[in-house]
């Protein structure tokens, strides 16, 4: 099973394999998206220059990097694309390919079609956002071209089972390990990204050390993403009847999500020939991405290493591991990938 | 000719059903545990023969094991009413069509046109804001400028996936000839030639986002895991709940889905216009 890291400056390379990373990727936000769309929505469901590369001289030098070392990068297209945004995708997929990148993480189908029919030469994965919940559709993407699909975060391990045995010897496949567990279901979530106020963003803007922080938006009055923000719900039975009001509740329920975690699953993981296993958070700090990077590997050293280990034992094992790489006192399985590795997996 | 038609999720809707639509929706969009049973779709499709109406089934994304239970009712209907409208909304499910179930027709489901519904969109994109705002967080003090969407962007948050030639011409090939849309509260833009796809809108109902974790029991405080793992306590067929914030209009939700609700409908000249040649109705929220 390979780690896949996020990066998003061309310094933050040598560390992160140095960390245990077998494969990279990132974004890249061209100042011509930028001039036209602003922030507006995304190009690759991560907003601003924190999270992203925005010169291709840039982004080139870190593939040279990572490709020394023999690393390939992959690069996030996977936002969802209207037809007047298509001729310049098209220019950016242009530099991306002279960058020397190794591929394209994508989530709309409409990009998937068209990158054949330009003639695209890499590898093409299949992002979260294209919703591959079944064998079925893992096939589909692979008959449209791409080689690799990343499985929905919200699947159980068992799901992924049932979609690995019927799938993965045609078509690779690369699961969540690390942070962001969406509330929502990915694909299918359009709740409007927009621009948060990040200080990331808000610092790559403004010069250091100002107490005064400018920016400019469409939308001054921005909230937040629809899933953080916090509701008054009033509930009611199917008569209409009110039968309880409750404040400031998110309206579907959330854990820490920086801090969701699957590794307790890699020994399933490992039988069922995941190919690779993502660690979100393109735009966290490198020290962050560093931490992160070492304890998965260091989970999956623990796979290889100890063979006679029993599943029990590595997910305890995972579990002490999470706890001292992040300082909690118990893993509390809030924010947990895949809680059914735990739990029997329930439902009428 | 505008074909309307009503969307009910269980045998109970029945009792919407009233004179002046002529096509039946039976099924759900959101979970594979709402797949209905065989027994329940023989008796929908009874009514529907006894009514004179046309019928749809409405199926939702699927894991591997929905997939199958679906199989069940495709194997079923493939030879008892072959010709069948399935609204399809996961692309396993498209993929077993057409190699498994060539007689039956699929349709584009709402959940894959990939419109941009986030409620706060229309405020955005209609009112134009030009206040700046302040505020502090932590030490530091933030000063917002607000920037004019500029004209040539005015349709970008309105449009849908079916738009591009390349996704329609891959539609015919998968035997489409209709796709789903929702009322979008910021208005809809369809650029679709004439008679190349056929699109049916979604009304007063649109959805909003989904989810798997669903905390599904609103009347129980909230539990580590959630619903992935516990036993699914089919709340969504006892409550619904009305969420407020004040930068939205009120949201619905119900079991693992948000909608909000658009009671305006374009009028019939617009609906012409944009390829619209059906309006499915839900006369409660469709979950």
């Not at chain 2, 190699?99 to 699929?106: A, F, Q, S």
């Not at chain 2, 209709?178 to 009304?203: C, H, M, T, W």
Request: glycine share 6%; aromatic share 12%; hydrophobic share 40%.
């Amino acid at each position: 099973m390979k780690i896949l890291s996020a990066f998003s400056k061309k310094d933050e390379v040598l560390p992160l394999i140095d960390a245990g990373a077998d494969e990279l990727y990132c974004g890249i936000v061209p100042y011509a998206w930028e001039a036209k769309y602003s922030v507006f929505d995304t190009l690759n469901r991560r907003e601003g220059y924190g999270a992203n590369f925005s010169s291709f001289n840039d982004l080139s030098a870190a593939v040279r990097s990572a490709h020394n070392r023999e690393v390939p990068v992959f690069i996030t297209m996977n936002g969802l694309y209207t037809p007047g945004q298509y001729p310049l995708i098209r220019r950016i997929i242009h530099s991306i390919e002279l960058s020397g990148a190794d591929g394209l993480i994508i989530a709309d189908i409409g990009l998937l079609l068209s990158l054949r029919k330009w003639g695209f030469r890499g590898q093409v994965h299949m992002g979260t956002g294209g919703t591959t919940f079944n064998s079925q559709t893992a096939l589909f993407y692979k008959q449209l071209g791409a080689c690799r699909i990343i499985l929905d975060r919200q699947l159980t391990v068992g799901e992924i089972k049932d979609i690995a045995r019927r799938s993965a010897a045609k078509v690779d496949l690369e699961v969540f390990i690390l942070n962001t567990l969406c509330s929502n279901v990915d694909g299918f979530c359009t709740f409007y990204h927009g621009l948060p106020v990040a200080s990331s963003q808000v610092n790559a803007l403004n010069r250091k050390n100002m107490k005064v922080r400018f920016f400019k938006s469409y939308d001054p009055d921005y909230q937040g993403h629809g899933c953080s923000l916090n509701f008054s719900k009033e509930v009611f039975d199917l008569n209409g009847k009110k039968l309880k009001s409750v404040a400031l509740k998110k309206a579907f329920l959330q854990g820490d999500i920086h801090k969701s975690c699957g590794v307790c699953a890699l020994f399933d993981f490992n039988k069922m020939k995941i190919k690779a296993l993502k660690i979100v958070e393109r735009g966290a700090p490198l020290e962050s991405k560093l931490r992160d990077t070492r304890f998965v590997r260091q989970a999956v050293d623990v796979l290889k290493k100890k063979r006679s280990l029993s599943r029990g034992d590595f997910i305890s094992a995972m579990r002490s591991l999470y706890c001292q790489t992040y300082g909690f006192k118990a893993c509390s399985g809030f924010s947990c990938y895949y809680p059914s590795v735990f739990a029997k997996e329930g439902g009428k | 000719m505008i074909e309307k038609a009503i969307f009910i999720t269980g045998l109970k809707g029945l009792k919407y059903v009233t004179r002046g639509f002529n096509r039946l929706y039976f099924g759900n969009e959101f979970c594979e545990k709402r797949i209905p049973k065989l027994e329940e779709l023989k008796k929908a499709l009874r009514y529907c023969r006894k009514h004179k109406l046309l019928f749809s089934l409405v199926t939702p994304y699927v894991t591997d094991k929905g997939l199958s239970r679906l199989s069940k009712l495709l194997d079923w209907l493939v030879n008892a009413r072959p010709g069948t409208e399935v609204i399809v909304n996961d692309y396993g499910l498209l993929n077993l069509i057409n190699k498994k179930y060539i007689l039956i027709k699929p349709v584009l489901g709402r959940l894959l046109t990939k419109q941009k519904r986030d409620p706060r969109i229309a405020d955005l994109i209609n009112t134009q804001p030009e206040k700046h705002t302040f505020f502090k967080k932590g030490n530091e003090y933030y000063i917002v400028f607000s920037k004019k969407i500029p004209q040539e962007l005015s349709g970008y948050f309105r449009e849908a996936n079916i738009n591009l030639p390349v996704i329609r011409s891959f539609l015919k090939k998968y035997r489409i000839d209709r796709a789903e849309v929702d009322n979008l509260l910021q208005g809809i833009k369809l650029d679709i030639p004439e008679n190349d796809l056929f699109v049916s809108l979604y009304f007063p109902y649109g959805y909003i986002t989904t989810t798997r974790l669903c905390s599904a029991n609103p009347m129980r405080k909230e539990e580590k895991f959630a619903c992935r793992i516990s036993s699914c306590e089919r709340s969504c067929l006892r409550y619904m709940e009305k969420l407020k914030n004040k930068y939205m209009p009120v949201l619905y939700k119900k079991g693992n889905t948000l909608f909000f609700k658009n009671t305006r409908i374009p009028s019939r000249k617009k609906l012409i216009a944009a390829g619209i040649n059906r309006i499915v109705y839900q006369p409660k929220i469709p979950l």
